[in-house]
């Protein structure tokens, strides 16, 4: 379907004709009428009674303001495809297929239009799904005949034989109409009849609605290699639904040339939106009442709209479109800013510095407007109330469950994690292989095309079909419910089969683990606290918290089992900050055994962490013999330093802990600055820079910017992330206070030269 905002604009438009502005042309003695780029036939005739359908047409009315591709966009498929029109080649067809959005359409009627313009183009029909006569295939050979009629008088002359002679032409099968109208007068036309080779445009072929049709409509394309002299290049474009891949697949591939949009260099594609977007918001700019800036919107924000974008053209259309309607009301930049923010959490848009809503259309109207269709799409063939109700059911369990996830899932996984045949997780995901990157085997993960649909089944607001709509905390705690069983029913001592206590995880790694830890299950080992965190908005009322609820039973049984199993992963840190998370949780619940068994085992993952990483099979002896008798379940006999943290040479001279209690920062004699997670004790960087030892240090409140003071005089701002830095000079002796404020936009800092000192506007740290 070409949809209104389609993508890669350009200045130029085809010729086009509403259906009452015909303008009276002559060929072979007929009055003629010519229509979005090709001749039609007016005289009372046999032609007259062939059904057509012009708005199928490349330039018809209803796509006049529909734009084409730039000049330097899509430029490599563009040449692939012009290379196989005009060369040697001999598979006749050329599929281009890619997900929804991804700018087929626009592609197609770029190429109708230059092969138009060269007089090569032989017809064109673009399918779209729900539009009268351009759904099915009732007029497509007849209207592709109408407009192979105007090519030349000789091929007007053979087609309108055909039709006098079979004045039922029209109602006959799909294989005598290409067989009549279309395959014999070409191969009988002499080389110098018209321009060879012809090119033949169908668009958006995955939404004719007769999946028997598409099949049928390939098996007879192919058979345009048997044309001569004049050559017919079929160009055919489609999502990578069912029904067209079977077409293809039972083609030999001898016949049919395919190329995926989806797998383009994202490079590539990253430049041309990009070009997009710079060509189309200074189109927006140049059509404002108002003044904006001529930089305007900026590569900032060009930069952070492509990343939005994820190499999706629909996204980056929509948008546009959004905000070239929206400006003659609302300030260009502040929906510039809105499409980049997106909406708070409850749906609502956020407000301008005036506290007043900047609008309530949403930006992505467009884009849910075609999801929508594409999921009600897939129920097209289900009968009963009640079988939509079970299948709706299945669906927000199984796709609920993709979309949610923490990382992608095979089918296969899918089907363990959730106790689910795997042929009732394929029939789920065959048909939305626009939306979704479905891989051919089961076992290879299945991906979503863009975040944008994940983010339309979470929202309530953008997904208003409740068959469709996924309650994101719902499916957290169906998702962390699965999770602990399957690791209950799965894991154990010895999980790997190793029969070698002294094996070390770096050794097993990539033998033993991959082959029996399945992907599954090692999802579930790594990501089951963060699902049951977001399975309720209020941790007091979750029930998996309670004392022997789920969570209590498979610690107690399995603590020890899931260690094993993340040492073999080598994400042991992993366990540490999961279980700081539980206690987090379990503190808010009134369950005292939960949270006493929650610590003992805290206490234990950072007391004999070294050992379980690097042999996981000593977590049953050398491990637990250390930590003490009692602990894991009942009172402890743990003693009062919960972790060393080694690393400096020298004495230490200053430390600092951030607001949220998760990072540690130390200052050395050594002259250096080192950095700690709190939760597991791991050194996270060392930042080196000072010439002398280091008695001052602070952190600011999100951790992420540390102050320095050292005897070198000197100040020193660190990134944390990155460990980079800016030094503040200016006191004359020895640094000994520094102190950063909430907001990161102020350092203040005392010295031995019995001075203090400010530096303000920080923000960019």
């Not at 999961?578 to 987090?584: N, V």
Request: with cysteine; charged share 20%; net charge negative.
């Amino acid at each position: 379907m070409a949809y209104p905002n389609d993508p890669m604009l350009t200045q130029s438009r085809p010729l086009t004709w509403s259906e009452d502005q015909w303008q009276g042309h002559r060929i072979s003695g007929h009055d003629n009428r010519v229509h979005n780029g090709h001749t039609f036939i007016t005289k009372q005739g046999p032609l007259q009674e062939l059904p057509c359908t012009p708005q199928a047409s490349f330039g018809a009315a209803i796509r006049q303001h529909v734009p084409l591709c730039y000049s330097n966009t899509r430029s490599e498929v563009r040449n692939e495809i012009m290379r196989w029109a005009e060369g040697q080649d001999e598979r006749c067809i050329f599929w281009l297929h890619g997900s929804a959005g991804a700018g087929k359409s626009t592609i197609a009627r770029t190429i109708a239009r230059k092969y138009y313009d060269q007089n090569r183009l032989g017809a064109s029909f673009f399918f779209s799904r729900g539009t009268v006569d351009r759904s099915h295939t009732e007029k497509f050979f007849t209207t592709i005949a109408m407009q192979l009629a105007s090519i030349s008088s000789s091929l007007e002359e053979r087609i309108r034989t055909v039709a006098s002679k079979h004045t039922d032409i029209s109602d006959r099968s799909l294989a005598e109409q290409w067989k009549l109208l279309i395959l014999q007068p070409l191969s009988s036309l002499m080389a110098d009849s018209c321009r060879s080779p012809l090119i033949l445009v169908i668009d958006a072929l995955d939404e004719c609605e007769n999946d028997k049709d598409v099949k049928m409509i390939l098996q007879l394309l192919a058979e345009s290699r048997l044309i001569g002299p004049i050559r017919l290049r079929i160009f055919v474009t489609s999502r990578p639904e069912l029904p067209v891949r079977l077409g293809f697949c039972d083609m030999p591939g001898v016949w049919h040339l395919e190329y995926a949009l989806d797998q383009i260099s994202p490079t590539i594609v990253n430049n041309d939106i990009s070009s997009f977007f710079i060509h189309r918001l200074h189109k927006v700019r140049e059509t404002l009442e108002y003044p904006m800036p001529l930089s305007w919107p900026g590569d900032d924000k060009i930069k952070l709209l492509v990343e939005k974008a994820q190499g999706w053209f629909m996204y980056a259309a929509t948008i546009c479109a959004f905000i070239e309607k929206g400006s003659n009301q609302w300030p260009a930049d502040d929906l510039l800013d809105l499409c980049i923010l997106s909406k708070s959490k409850d749906g609502s848009s956020p407000r301008n510095a005036f506290d007043m809503m900047i609008t309530d259309e949403s930006p992505t109207r467009d884009l849910d407007e075609m999801y929508s269709q594409i999921l009600k799409y897939s129920f097209r063939d289900v009968k009963t109330s009640q079988d939509t109700e079970q299948l709706a059911a299945l669906f927000r369990h199984i796709i609920g469950t993709l979309v949610t996830a923490f990382k992608p899932l095979s089918a296969m996984s899918i089907s363990k994690l959730l106790s689910v045949n795997v042929t009732t997780v394929h029939l789920r995901l065959r048909h939305l292989h626009s939306v979704l990157d479905v891989p051919d085997w089961a076992g290879d993960p299945v991906g979503v095309r863009h975040p944008s649909f994940r983010e339309f089944l979470h929202s309530k607001q953008r997904c208003h079909d409740r068959r469709f709509w996924v309650d994101e905390t719902k499916a957290h705690g169906n998702i962390a419910d699965a999770c602990i069983q399957l690791m209950s029913e799965h894991l154990g001592q010895d999980v790997c089969n190793l029969e070698a206590p002294g094996t070390l995880a770096g050794g097993a790694q990539g033998g033993p683990v991959a082959d029996q830890l399945p992907p599954e299950l090692r999802y579930a080992c790594q990501y089951w606290v963060q699902h049951v965190e977001l399975s309720s908005n209020d941790m007091s009322e979750n029930a998996m918290l309670l004392d022997e609820g789920p969570v209590h039973q498979f610690l107690r049984k399995h603590l020890l089992h899931w260690l094993e199993a993340l040492s073999f992963m080598r994400v042991t840190l992993e366990a540490a900050h999961a279980i700081a998370s539980l206690k987090l949780m379990v503190a808010t619940q009134d369950s005292p055994r939960l949270l006493a068994f929650i610590q003992d085992a805290q206490r234990f993952i950072l007391y004999c962490r070294p050992i379980v990483e690097e042999a996981p099979l000593q977590t049953y002896s050398s491990a637990l013999d250390l930590a003490p008798g009692n602990s894991l379940g009942v009172p402890s006999e743990w003693n009062a330093v919960l972790r060393t943290l080694d690393g400096h040479t020298l004495p230490i001279r200053g430390i600092a802990i951030s607001c949220d209690n998760k990072l540690v920062v130390s200052a050395s004699w050594d002259k250096t600055v080192r950095r700690w997670d709190l939760t597991t004790g791991t050194a996270l960087n060392t930042l080196y820079g000072h010439t002398d030892s280091v008695p001052a240090v602070a952190v600011s409140g999100d951790g992420k910017v540390v102050a320095s003071g050292s005897d070198d005089n000197n100040v020193r701002l660190w990134d944390a992330g990155t460990a980079g830095a800016q030094t503040l000079e200016g006191h004359t002796a020895s640094v000994t206070v520094v102190a950063i404020s909430h907001d990161r936009k102020l350092v203040v800092s005392a010295s031995n030269g019995r001075t203090v000192r400010s530096s303000g506007d920080r923000e960019r740290f």
